[in-house]
């Protein structure tokens, strides 16, 4: 009997696929390099809130930081993502990279001449905010470039394990090298850590936007959005997650009304979602087998706002870490389908400027989260803050999937944005 040849089904995998890593060697250098860099801009950030601490002894200076990185990110997050529709993002991606790095390099250039100065630290981290909005949307829109749909799932569980070692690994780092050789040795192994992302993206090809036809309106990326409802809904239901299920600026008050801890407490709250995003991604084989990815978003956002509601009802520290490390798994995976989806559902000449959008929404909505947790806390209680915010979280997107239900129904097979 003749016939067309059903096409393999995806390996049972049970470890995160590195199919991606062994098939492309152009995505392979890009993930070493960003893994590395990561690294180092986490160090970096360390460093320069301890190095404005020294100096001022103000915690409200510390804060300040946050503060001069948010703004940049989120007005260059937009314009980033018109500018890498509209240009070689390879290019792009390259020049942003060498501004990080010259940046790195005048922080350790600095700190060696001991020249201590609160404005300059300010000043960089506002433009180091600025050359990763440019870089963000350029480098997120050369993944589909270079592999195919099939293996952008994995891909992005590969970019979520970098980001979570980054995030656990970076700080620890950075603490002790401060420690051994002061401020210049985090700063300029910063810059040393640039060489392998510079490298990855120097051996690209020309990566220039597909369709292109001169300037890209940042207004035209919003009215396309305006317009895909899939694309909509995934922007939505990651809101939810972040404006009413966070739970993060709480941790130092139950730390010691909840646990009778300390600051170390507070240490272990922060690291429980981080661990668990990195197990969701150490462990992310079996997502390439999942088709329905608004279904698969919905699952992990709702997974997400539950274990977030139970971490409030608990008063076992133990109990409330895993909780907390179980929102973090679910995060993970939501990320991943989220970002496949806006690869695959998205043209590619509007992919810098959906990207970009990411940012600004990804910068922003945890701010807002921090704020409402903060604000109910204190009218009601920490509790009432995080069980009543994880169920808000659960009824929005209830409503939210039943007003947009194609979202449920989206196929990676055939994505229709």
């Not at 890498?84 to 990080?100: C, E, F, N, P």
């Not at 020309?206 to 207004?219: F, K, N």
């Not at 390439?288 to 076992?316: D, E, K, P, Q």
Request: proline share 5%.
């Amino acid at each position: 009997m003749t016939g067309t040849a059903s096409p393999p089904r995806p390996k049972r995998r049970v470890f995160a696929d590195l199919t991606p890593l062994r098939t492309s060697a152009h995505y392979r250098r890009l993930w070493v390099g960003g893994t590395i860099s990561w690294m180092g801009q986490a160090m970096t950030a360390l460093a320069i809130s301890l190095q404005v601490y020294e100096i001022t002894g103000s915690s409200f200076s510390v804060g300040l930081v946050g503060l001069f990185s948010l703004v940049p990110l989120v007005v260059f997050g937009l314009y980033g993502g018109a500018i890498a529709d509209t240009v070689d993002r390879r290019k792009l991606g390259l020049h942003s990279q060498i501004g990080l790095t010259v940046l790195s390099s005048g922080l350790a250039a600095a700190a060696l001449l001991e020249y201590h100065r609160v404005w300059l630290l300010y000043t960089v981290v506002a433009l180091q905010a600025v050359c990763g909005a440019l870089n963000g949307p350029a480098r997120s829109a050369m993944i589909p470039k270079l592999l195919p749909p099939e293996q952008l799932p994995a891909a992005n569980a590969l970019g979520s394990v970098t980001m979570t070692s980054g995030t656990m690994l970076g700080p620890v780092l950075g603490g002790l090298i401060v420690g051994w050789w002061g401020y210049q040795a985090a700063y300029l192994i910063d810059a040393v850590t640039f060489i392998a992302a510079l490298y990855a993206m120097w051996r690209l090809p020309a990566m220039l936007p597909e369709g292109r036809t001169g300037r890209a309106s940042v207004m035209d990326g919003l009215r396309f959005l305006g317009t895909r409802p899939n694309l909509r809904m995934n922007f939505f239901s990651d809101m939810a997650a972040m404006i009413f299920a966070q739970p993060k600026a709480l941790f130092p008050a139950i730390a010691v009304l909840w646990y009778g801890g300390d600051a170390k407490t507070v240490g272990m709250l922060v690291a429980a979602p981080a661990v668990g995003a990195l197990l969701g991604g150490v462990f992310s084989g079996w997502q390439g087998r999942i088709r329905r990815h608004g279904l698969a978003i919905l699952l992990s956002v709702a997974a997400w706002g539950l274990a977030i509601a139970v971490f409030g009802m608990t008063r076992n520290l133990w109990l409330g870490l895993f909780f907390l490390a179980l929102a973090g798994c679910a995060d993970t995976i939501s990320m991943v389908f989220r970002s496949t989806m806006m690869q695959t559902a998205t043209p590619d000449g509007m992919r810098g400027r959906l990207q970009g959008v990411y940012i600004v929404v990804v910068a922003g909505g945890p701010r807002l989260g921090d704020f409402l947790a903060g604000t109910v806390a204190d009218l009601t209680s920490p509790a009432v803050a995080i069980t009543g915010g994880g169920l808000a979280c659960v009824v929005v997107l209830a409503l939210l999937a039943a007003r947009w239900r194609s979202f449920a129904r989206y196929d990676s097979r055939s994505p229709q944005a």
